[in-house]
């Protein structure tokens, strides 16, 4: 719990700052920090739910695509 906890410090830090270097605004920046982790945790449900079926449907696929790594070649 440590390890995620000082992840999620950097991580929130990391917008913040981002997010002023781009804008020269720290309640911008301090948004950014809020919102895009919350956006990230509903893409990140989406991102399974799709992961799901494609391993449901196509499991020789999937093992294919797995074995070879990144490249993801069919």
């Known amino acids: 719990m440590a390890k995620t906890f000082s992840f999620e410090i950097l ?11 781009v804008t020269g605004s720290v309640v911008v920046g301090g948004l950014l920090a809020v ?15 799709a992961w799901k079926h494609f391993e449901e449907t196509s499991p020789e696929t999937h093992a294919k695509t797995v074995s070879l790594g990144w490249l993801h070649v069919h």
């Open 11 to 21: 991580h929130f830090t990391d917008a913040i700052t981002v997010g002023y270097i």
């Open 35 to 49: 919102i895009e982790p919350a956006c990230n945790t509903v893409i990140f449900y989406f991102h399974e739910k």
